[in-house]
């Protein structure tokens, strides 16, 4: 019978392996899905049970968990909450978070593996678990300046580093007071949140990494770096140069912006065609790239992928199939080519560094309770767009185009702005989407910077980039260089 | 004091022994009883364990210390202690880990139950922890007498056939009218008036293996020897397939009409084991499965209890079968409060296993597993899987058959309902009502497994103090 009997216990080992098996893939493997899974009621309340930690930027709290004498034990407050909420988010009790509130939700009520140890501690100590506070890498001044630019207009400004892909402001506008959706009044939260979803200009999306909209000839500049970067093309290299340029295969003609030919001639260079924001050039241009090239060139910038900083950044998009007569569209930023600010001011910071792209970030660190640092956040480069030739000669024109171009409201006085405008034909009768994108200093660039006005800026189709959105690009230039 | 058993001692030691206590006491003095210390000390530690497991739940949930259940505690440990005393004096071989990995358990699981009533706001007598203490006493007491009457387990297979047909018996009850009961779907309960439910089929699977080990042993030859060889395997003959399908039908009329899966799956698991123990035959253990996977297949095709729970176990995270009627819903919730738990748990008291249904008895484990983390499971498994060890023990060292397939018996079926039932809160296997032996919420669930308990002392004493018969 001992036979049987030893096959017998080797079943039994083989189903308490089984449920040792089982049960560590659920608490260890799959315990972040599961614990991050909308319907984990545990998560929910655990967020409220904890001290969350704050929200700093140079060490200022702008979310910050008060004690407060309810069942909830803290309210969560914003200071400043409009300006900073496209950053922030905010914690509803009967909800999840958005903003940072949710993409760092771990680090802020303390759950993230990296505070594994400090859960221990506090086990031990009997003390209250804290979250970790999260250090952005937003400079108030700048965000500051970027607000008060873009005054009552719809839409969004980014500026970042180019050597570093930090972040220095993120505004859009129009704003939300978050305070107004993190009080402990279930029916005051479900109201401000019904009425906020409601309003037609979206007051909720971050249009800095969420809106999508036709870059317009601000994309031009993706175009030229693949007309150079393909060997076959210089900044000297000529276009016919007509009035009208008929679509192929397609009775739609493209006319440059103000109409007539561009800067007369006969013939026109990818220079001026740049410089003066021509649109019949840049269609030839296209026409003889191809859109793989094009396409090729983009998704190197960071098109068709999705990225978090950590908030999650909505995908720019370079169209997969084209005919003829939208590739040509395309090469000014039209048919269904799509961007976010934070891609355009990625190109503009690709360029300044010398054609290297840094990875975007808006966390500078991550501080333990004790303010020890958890998680630091070095710049991490992304890859090589293009050569550093390329990008010298991009900038050049860019610098030109602001000097005596099409971008010319983004002037300086003293300083070098490297800028590129764009105004985006929407549907039919729809306003327009304006844009500027550029950095300055241009010999020694410390800052990358995209502006959207989205709406026609209040202008319909009567506005466009150089109006409205250069000098909002200037205004914040000029308040971070005279730091 | 009683007069020796025959079946202590050695062959000098039983017949001679005079009659009179007093030499028998001094003896038992002078004898150093190594294995009582150990099981003592161990004992000892085990109490220390489940009154600061119950201080902790306090602690972590009310926030300072009551001394109602700390009192009811003690009085668990007293019991234990109690039975200690008894296997000092009749059961002195018998193995020194069984009671207090059963005290163990017992203790850990009144202290979850505890806590989930603290979260649901029960005292007194609707708390399901005063309870759990009471039944706890009730079953000790009854494994006390198992080990005070059974003074020789040979008496058991004495009584093969009324082992069987009390099973049975116990079995059909809760299917009489006026008496059975119905909890969430399953017909397993019997009660009497709102007061003192029972759930038989608990105490029908020490009856039936009782059953199994006297009927396999008696008729162990007709079942092995002759059969016709197939596929390099012996079959047996038609007409010794009575018992197996006899056995089976029990098995697929407890699916059918008491609508309870787990307890299917155990009966007949256990017959399996025991059968093939007897015959050392796999062809058994092959036609077995394919007749209990036949007709759980037919069974999920058509009842449709059992095809809901195939779908919760296969498809448990997909909205539709999480937010349907008899759902998954529990069995995610279980997974969100392991998940909680991660490697350490939340500490006693201070996770939030009470957002689970039925925490404290079927989904005892997923609370612990919140609360102790995956470090406690681990622990409560290997202190289940020591048990079992202990029991296979038995089965590898006794010399007669009759004991050696009990003992083996009673320890499996500890093993495979805990395989059942927390294989099902994991997802090893779809999820079917049993309870978790000794820890979960439950009086007939732990008369049970205390009998067992018992059984397995009597029959590892009576191991230690047979003589080796040399060949």
Known sequence: ?483 | MMPPSNSRGTATDAGHRPQSAKPGRVRRLHLPQKLRNLELFLLLIACGINAAAVVLVQLGALGHIDTTLVLLGAGLSVLVLCMHVVLRLVARDADPFILPIASLLNGIGIAMIYRIDIANGDAGWESAAVRQTVWSALAIACAIAVVLVIRNHRVLFRYTYVAGFIAVVLLLLPLVPGLGREVSGARVWIGIGSFATFQPGEIAKIALAVFFAGYLVRNRDSLSMVGKRFLGMRFPRLRDLGPILVVWALSMSVIIFQRDLGTALLYFGLFLVMLYLATGRLSWVLLGMSLFLGGAIIASQTLGYVNGRFTNWLDALNPDVYGASGGSYQLVQGLFGLAKGGLIGTGLGQGRPDITPVPQSDYIIASLGEELGLAGIFAILALYLLFVARGFRIGFAGNDDFGKLLGVGLSFVVALQCFIVIGGVTRVIPLTGLTTPFLAAGGSSLVANWIIAALLLRLSDTLRNQPRLVV
């Open chain 1, 1 to 483: 019978m001992n036979r049987e009997l030893k096959r017998v216990s080797i079943v039994v080992m083989l189903m308490f392996v089984a449920l040792l098996t089982s049960t560590t893939i659920i608490q260890v493997f799959q315990a972040d899905s599961l614990t991050a899974d909308a319907r984990n009621t545990r998560t929910l309340y655990d967020g409220y049970s904890v001290e969350r930690g704050a929200i700093l930027v140079a060490g200022n709290p702008i979310a910050q968990s008060m004690p407060v004498a309810d069942d909830y034990k803290f309210q969560r407050t914003y200071s400043n909450g409009p300006l900073y909420a496209p950053i922030t988010g905010f914690t509803p009790i009967n909800g999840s978070p958005t903003g940072l509130e949710h993409a760092l939700n771990g680090e802020l009520s303390g759950t993230s593996n990296a505070q594994f140890f400090d859960k221990i501690n506090s086990l031990i100590t009997g003390q209250n678990a804290k979250g970790a506070s999260v250090e952005v890498t937003i400079d108030p001044l700048a965000q500051q300046a970027a607000w008060d630019a873009l005054g009552n207009l719809t839409g969004s400004v980014i500026v970042t580093e180019p050597k570093t892909g930090r972040i220095l402001a993120m505004v859009s506008k129009p704003g939300y007071d978050p305070n107004l959706l993190t009080v402990h009044d279930n029916q005051k939260v479900t109201d401000s949140y019904e009425s906020l979803v409601s309003d037609k200009s979206n007051p909720l999306i971050n249009r800095a990494t969420n809106a999508l909209n036709p870059p317009g000839s601000v994309f031009k500049l993706v175009v030229v770096t693949a007309a150079l970067e393909s060997g076959k093309f210089t900044p000297e290299s000529t276009f016919p140069n007509p009035g009208t340029f008929q679509l192929p295969g397609s009775s739609s003609i493209v006319i440059n912006s103000g109409g007539g030919t561009c800067g007369g001639g006969d013939t026109v260079t990818i220079a001026t065609a740049l410089r003066l924001s021509c649109n019949i050039p840049m269609a030839e241009l296209g026409l003889q790239l191809g859109d793989k090239a094009i396409r090729d060139t983009a998704e190197k910038f960071g098109f068709n992928t999705d990225y978090s900083i950590p908030l999650n950044v909505s995908q720019s998009a370079y169209p997969l199939e084209l005919d003829d007569a939208q590739l040509a569209l395309s090469a000014f930023g039209q048919t269904s080519v799509r961007a976010t600010p934070l891609q355009m001011a990625m190109v503009s910071a690709t360029i300044a560094n010398g054609g290297v792209e840094m990875a975007p970030n808006l966390i500078d660190q991550i501080l333990a309770p004790n303010l020890s640092p958890l998680q630091s956040f070095e710049p991490r480069t992304l890859k090589r767009v293009m050569s550093a030739e390329t990008a010298a000669t991009i900038t050049q024109m860019m610098v030109n185009g602001v000097r005596d171009g099409a971008a010319s409201n983004a002037r300086i006085d003293g300083v070098n702005v490297a800028g590129k405008t764009g105004t985006a034909e929407n549907a039919a009768d729809d306003p327009y989407t304006l844009w500027f994108t550029g950095f300055a200093p241009a010999e020694d660039p410390k800052y990358a910077i995209s502006v959207l006005v989205e709406d026609g800026g209040g202008l319909g189709q009567t506005g466009y980039g150089n109006l409205l959105a250069a000098p909002i690009a200037k205004q914040v230039l000029e308040a971070v260089l005279n730091k």
